[in-house]
Nanobody, 123 residues
Framework: QLQAFGGGLVQPGGSLRLSCTSS????????IGWFRQAPGKEREGVSY????????YYPDSVKGRFTISRDSAKNTVYLQMNNLKPEDTAVYYC??????????????????WGPGTLVTVSS
C-alpha cells in the first residue's frame, strides 16, 4: 500500500509539498510516479523519478513548478509544488509498477497506488 498525503487548500501562487510513503514497499527498488485526476478529466502523470533518483521527468504543464525527490532513509518520495494554479486542482496519487520499471510508469502503467490527497488551488 502506498499513501499520499500533504494536500490542502492553497491560494494561486502558493506552494505545497506532498509526501508518499509505504509500509510494504522499499522505495529504493522502485521508480515512483505522481499522477493526478481532476473531476471530469483524464488521469495525468505529473512527475516521475527513477529508483536511483538520477532520472526525472515532468510534463510541460508542471515543468519549472514541480520538483520530485526521494529520501531513502525515510522511504519517502516528495512532490514540491510551487506557483500553484487553479488548474492544478485535483486528487494527487503516487504509484509504482510491480517491476520497479521507470519506463513503465513513464507510460503511466501503475500497478499499485494508494488513496490520493486532494489539492485545491483557489482564492
Amino acid at each position: 500500500q502506498l499513501q499520499a498525503f500533504g494536500g490542502g487548500l492553497v491560494q494561486p501562487g502558493g506552494s505545497l509539498r506532498l509526501s508518499c510513503t509505504s509500509s510494504g514497499f522499499v522505495f529504493d527498488d522502485y521508480a515512483i510516479g505522481w499522477f493526478r485526476q481532476a473531476p471530469g478529466k483524464e488521469r495525468e502523470g505529473v512527475s516521475y523519478i527513477s529508483s536511483t533518483g538520477y532520472t526525472k521527468y515532468y510534463p510541460d504543464s508542471v515543468k519549472g513548478r514541480f520538483t520530485i525527490s526521494r529520501d531513502s532513509a525515510k522511504n519517502t518520495v516528495y512532490l514540491q509544488m510551487n506557483n500553484l494554479k487553479p488548474e492544478d486542482t485535483a486528487v494527487y496519487y503516487c504509484g509504482i509498477h510491480s517491476s520497479g520499471s521507470y519506463t513503465k510508469i513513464r507510460g503511466n502503467e501503475f500497478d499499485y497506488w494508494g488513496p490520493g490527497t486532494l489539492v485545491t488551488v483557489s482564492s
